[in-house]
């Protein structure tokens, strides 16, 4: 029997994205319901379990957690406190049998590059953390961006966002240009190691990233916390955190249809259920989104999944190994030494967990997440890539080798499409980069009153702090819709 219910505001997906936007409207009092298609929580940053060991399914690593920027913000408003350990070196970058430490504090690493690829860098380099400290600190506490209304737009023209005017370029010009600017453009591996630092950041790479939202990835490796016992640890405090504050979750409800009907939003489910809603915040995928939407929502999205119709898809593996390992990190990137069917990047990222983290696994058992970059119709089966990430896998953390290995799996795009819905398996968000500026991306406002977009294929963009960031703004329109202040 088909159930009726009514909601001041239903959030559809419960990844970061969906659950941030939850757990600040649920603090603030607004009746709140987060329907979510999967038996559990957190989409591309969830997780499962093979008997005692837990794996993360994609995302691995925390950012923007100081007190001005998303992720900080968040769990400060919501008075939890994640456990996350600042990783120092933020990342190993294994390139061509050579390890590049990429030490956490800025100067020791500018050091470090300089004293590699020669002392142009440092300009590079402190021009690079220098946006990056302008960026965070220019979009904190701006809800009107990107703007789609005229008060948006008198919005954004206060005279205290005047000095952002110089960075306005950064969109539309791209990383290569600056590293040209810098003249450290002409060694090729660097050139390499730039543009698969820039892949798992902006999804882009140099020729295309824009050196504004590059700056950020290039960057965050001086900032990279990994979460004690995995991704999910954080969002398992939202989702406390929207149940102690009256909201609810509901698993496996797979939304089918959102119309606009008498006035108010209607939500159906695969189940049968019905929602009518005054505010309704989508966090699934735009094109997800043109698929199941009606009416004047449909119009909107198919606009928009047509003008970013294609992104990447990821292949990942899940291994664990018995015994200790002797790295000084969580993170390693590793440029392949030889190709794997279906990869379309020069390297794979390796979450290993740290020995002292008990809770992921017991005492003595390591697990490991790997990812790189697929495209949804060039991809072999999972059993030929199996033998290939594990020869890569070895070569990458040749710490690893020698340990028994006790767990192999591998994920395809197909098994991402399968687990988290997503159109075509796309995940990542949509690709940062200067023929698609920031600003056009799907705003979090739409043309729909009521009705929201979040999550990574919206402004702005791919990551748990971009996520958050979304969800953020979002709240406070929805609060300034309502006439409530935040
Ligand atoms: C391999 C990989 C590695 C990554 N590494 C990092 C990293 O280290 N750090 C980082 O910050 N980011 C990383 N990212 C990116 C980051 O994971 C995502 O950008 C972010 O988690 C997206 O969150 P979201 O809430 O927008 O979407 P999702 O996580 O996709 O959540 C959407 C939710 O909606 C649900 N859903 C879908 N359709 C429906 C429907 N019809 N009805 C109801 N529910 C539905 C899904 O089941 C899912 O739970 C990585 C991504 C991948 C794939």
């Not at 406190?81 to 990342?91: C, S, T, Y």
């Not at 453009?185 to 295309?208: C, G, K, W, Y």
């Not at 989702?239 to 008498?262: E, F, L, P, Q, W």
């Not at 340990?403 to 687990?419: I, L, S």
Request: charged letters at 15%; proline letters at 7%; glycine letters at 8%.
């Amino acid at each position: 029997m088909p159930l009726m219910q009514s909601s001041h505001i239903v959030v559809i997906g419960a990844g970061y994205a969906g659950l941030s936007a939850a757990a600040l409207l649920a603090k603030r009092g607004y009746q709140v319901v987060v329907l979510e298609a999967h038996d559990t929580f957190g989409g591309c940053a969830s997780f499962y379990r093979r008997g005692s060991m837990t794996f993360d399914v994609g995302a691995t690593t925390f950012s923007g957690v100081q007190p001005w920027q998303p992720v900080g913000r968040l769990f400060a408003d919501l008075d939890e406190k994640p456990e996350l350990e600042r990783q120092d070196p933020g990342m190993l970058v294994r390139i061509d049998g050579e390890t590049i430490v990429r030490h956490a504090d800025p100067n020791t690493w500018i050091d470090a590059i300089a004293s590699r690829f020669g002392q142009q860098q440092r300009e590079f380099w402190h021009t690079l953390y220098h946006i990056e400290e302008r960026v965070w600190r220019l979009i904190a506490n701006k809800p009107y961006l990107p703007p789609s209304s005229v008060a948006d737009w008198l919005a954004m023209a206060k005279p205290s966002n005047l000095s952002a005017l110089s960075l306005l370029p950064g969109m539309v010009r791209s990383m290569q240009q600056l590293m040209v600017r810098h003249g450290v453009h002409d060694n090729p591996v660097f050139q390499r190691f730039i543009n698969e630092q820039l892949l798992i950041s902006t999804q882009s790479t140099a020729e295309h990233a824009p050196w504004l939202t590059g700056a950020l990835g290039l960057t965050y490796p001086s900032e990279t916390y990994y979460p004690i016992g995995g991704m999910y640890r954080p969002a398992l405090q939202l989702v406390r955190s929207i149940k102690a504050n009256g909201g609810s979750i509901h698993y496996r409800r797979s939304v089918t249809s959102i119309d606009v009907r008498k006035g108010a939003l209607e939500v159906r489910c695969a189940n049968g259920d019905v929602y009518r809603a005054k505010h309704v915040i989508n966090s699934i995928p735009i094109w997800n989104l043109a698929r199941i939407a009606s009416g004047p929502i449909q119009s909107w999205a198919r606009h928009h999944a047509a003008n970013n119709s294609s992104a990447w898809c990821a292949i990942t593996a899940y291994a664990a190994f018995e015994g200790y390992h002797t790295l000084p990190t969580a993170y390693v990137q590793a440029h392949l030494q030889r190709p794997i069917p279906g990869v379309h990047s020069g390297s794979i990222f390796v979450t290993v967990k740290p020995n002292h983290d008990h809770v992921k696994a017991p005492d003595g058992v390591v697990t490991v997440t790997l990812s790189t970059h697929a495209r949804w119709d060039d991809v072999p089966t999972a059993d030929v890539l199996a033998g290939y990430l594990q020869r890569a896998l070895l070569d990458a953390v040749p710490e690893l080798a020698g340990m028994p290995m006790k767990h192999f799996e591998v994920g395809t795009p197909a098994t991402w499409q399968r687990y988290t819905l997503r159109h075509n398996g796309y995940v990542g968000g949509l690709p940062h980069t200067t023929r698609r500026p920031l600003l056009r991306m799907p705003p979090n406002r739409t043309p729909v009153p009521g009705f929201w977009m979040i999550g990574d294929t919206a402004f702005p963009g791919q990551g748990t702090p971009s996520v958050i960031l979304g969800a953020q703004n979002t709240v406070q329109r929805i609060m300034a819709a309502e006439g409530h202040s935040s």
